[in-house]
């Protein structure tokens, strides 16, 4: 009975503990849907020490864990595999970058994981007890690792794999039947390995069902007895980096499914006529090849014909001029088209008057100083522009008529160090702005940028904002523009426009405060003195126009004993007399007393 009265006590300390609501790392940023935490480790280096608080702190709920070293400090994180993480029970996304991982546990359980990335760590090898806790598991990424030897079966407990990336690592032999019993899988990627071609071969038996394969910077100078008619329902292909100086025509028309193809950073120079004729290809990336290099047209008039194109890369060719019209078949239905890294300075009308589905368009790169008030028709339709890595400074005060359209605005890695009103109304109103890369001034007019960055927080790693730091002033630099909380020397009229700080500001309208005052009291002495010698020249003339004073008439004082009881002087009445007369008139002067006489002493 007492053991049972134990148990039912533990089992309630159990369920208190998860109950409990736990509170987000210092190191970290949670977002909470409902029960289910995400959480993002990014801002600081963290190490075994660290990351076991970090477990010990996230509740059982945890749905998604990120930890990366943030981008702007120098180092890594430096983390081994921790088994504590198998309590996250619910866990189903699980990234550990860059943190120099040697190993990966033998004993992961983590039935409900669905997403694992390890790229950029340590781990040199990988065996099948890794991966048999993981029955859910549709995405591995073990990625930029020091792989080299991977043994038969290591990924057979991984049924439900549908992606495997093990791109840049040192895989130079891959065994037998390394992929069988992987029916789920879709995704390939094989980049950057000296992995011989008949082994490459071999695989394709195993996963014929493959969708999207990626064999860039392979060390393929062709790809002639690549066997790729074993896996014809191929849609993406990746071929990049492998040196080849032509389109390989014949091979790809045994992919009749394929519809996108990367072909960047070869030695490609012309697309020659009829290059991708009977393919279904409408995403084709030509970019970093030496297209443009001769002084000719680097597209032959045909050269895209019949295919479906829609999005075309040419960025990083050599190409100093563009004109549309040389894209013949693909200018109607043309909808992306990206020029950055060329050397294209203006915004010309020929580089889009053709193209009359355009709507995605990227300038990256280009030595482009502004942009003009006034744009190319084309531009108005846009719902995207990249011009990220110019030498913008500001954006036109017509922006938004300009661009009333667009969606997704790319401007990282330009000059911009503040905004204007009318730059963040603009702004404002589009779903996607980048922003990083700038040198921002975080002591003015910042917080219309901190306010617009705080309406898209829920989208803050995609648009990247733990890298829109502060360039100015030095006590804030390299701090998060977002992190920023107390501006001190912020313009508030209209030096936040010229990029005035709010000490200039407040100078020059005390300057304008105390010019007007100057002028103000030099126009009131002006007044006053025009004034005073109007009133003294009035008075002067008064003076010498007053008349002397006389008695009009004299009143003769009788010494008759009658006239002893008459008034001395006339009557005076003040209703009778009016006052220009009373102001004219001088006081009269009594007359003399009588003289005494024999009446005077009653005799």
């Known amino acids: 009975m ?7 006590f533990l089992s309630f300390l159990v369920l208190c503990s998860i109950a409990l609501p736990s509170s987000c790392p210092n190191l970290c940023e949670c977002d909470q849907n409902d029960s289910s935490w995400s959480v993002y480790c990014r801002k600081a280096i963290i190490n075994d020490t660290i990351y076991a608080e970090i477990l010990n702190q996230l509740p059982l709920t945890l ?5 990366q070293p943030p981008s702007n400090r120098i180092g890594s994180n430096k983390l081994r595999w921790n088994d504590n993480i198998n309590r996250f029970a619910q866990l189903r996304v699980l990234r550990l970058i860059n943190c ?24 040199e090898h990988a065996t099948m007890s890794n991966f048999g806790g993981m029955p859910k598991l549709r995405v591995l990424d073990l990625s930029s690792n020091h792989l080299n030897i991977l043994p038969t079966g290591v990924f057979t407990y991984l049924r439900a794999l549908r992606s495997l990336s093990l791109s840049n690592n040192t895989i130079s032999d891959l065994s037998t039947n390394l992929l069988r019993g992987l029916n789920s899988l879709r995704v390939l990627r094989l980049d950057r390995n000296p992995i011989p071609i008949e082994h490459i071969n071999e695989l394709f038996t195993d996963v014929s069902q493959l969708d999207e394969l990626y064999l860039n910077h392979c060390n393929l100078s062709s790809i002639y007895s690549l066997a790729l008619d074993r896996i014809p329902q191929l849609r993406q292909l990746g071929i990049g980096g ?18 996108v193809l990367d072909l ?3 030695s490609i120079q012309e697309i020659t006529a009829c290059a991708f004729c009977n393919t279904n290809i409408s995403k084709l990336d030509l970019s970093h090849n030496l297209l443009g290099i001769s002084k000719d047209s680097p597209f032959n008039e045909d050269a895209f014909r019949t295919m479906p194109l829609r999005h ?17 078949w693909a200018q109607e239905e043309l909808t992306s088209i990206a020029l950055s890294g060329n050397f294209l300075k203006n915004f010309e009308e020929s580089w889009t008057y053709t193209l009359k589905s355009l709507i995605h368009l990227e300038l990256a790169y280009n030595h482009i100083k502004f942009i003009p008030v006034q744009l190319p028709s084309r531009y108005y339709h846009l719902i995207s522009l990249n011009i990220s890595g110019n030498e913008l400074t500001y954006l036109p005060d017509n922006i938004n008529t300009l661009l009333p359209n667009v969606k997704t605005f790319d401007i990282t890695a330009n000059r911009f160090h503040t905004f204007s009103h009318t730059d963040l109304a603009f702004l404002n109103n589009v779903e996607q702005v980048y922003v990083d890369g700038n040198p921002w001034d975080c002591s003015c007019a910042i917080q219309g940028l901190q306010v617009h960055m705080r309406d898209r927080y829920a989208m803050r790693h995609i648009l990247n904002y733990d890298n829109v730091r502060c360039a100015t002033p030095s006590l804030v630099e390299g701090h998060s523009v977002l992190a920023i909380t107390d501006v001190n020397d912020c313009a508030v ?19 304008g405060v105390l010019l007007f005052a100057a002028l103000l009291l030099m126009i009131l002495g002006c007044i006053y003195f025009l004034r005073e ?19 009009a008439n004299t009143h003769s004082c009788s010494s008759s004993t009658n006239d002893t009881h008459g008034p001395l002087s006339p009557p005076f009445d003040p209703f009778l007399v009016s006052t220009e007369t009373f102001k004219a008139t001088p006081p009269l002067i009594p007359p003399a007393p009588p003289k005494p006489g024999s009446s005077y002493f009653g005799i």
Do not use: C
């Not at 007492?2 to 039912?8: G, K, V």
């Open 63 to 67: 749905r998604s864990l990120h930890i």
């Open 312 to 328: 075309l890369d040419l960025s990083f060719n050599h190409m100093n001029d563009f004109d549309s019209k040389w894209l013949g």
């Open 2 to 8: 007492i053991s049972y009265i134990l148990l039912l």
């Open 533 to 551: 010698r109007q009133y003294k020249g009035s008075y002067v003339t008064r003076e010498h126009s007053r008349t002397p004073l006389t008695m």
């Open 493 to 511: 009229l209209f030096g936040a426009r010229y990029g005035l700080t709010q000490t200039s500001e407040m100078l020059i309208l005390l300057a």
């Open 264 to 266: 960047s950073h070869n």
């Open 242 to 259: 492998n040196n080849l100086k032509m389109v390989p025509t014949k091979e790809l028309r045994s992919l009749p499914q394929l519809s």
């Open 100 to 123: 120099q991982i040697p190993a990966m546990s033998r004993s992961i359980r983590l039935p409900s994981l669905e997403v694992l990335d390890l790229h950029s760590n340590n781990i």
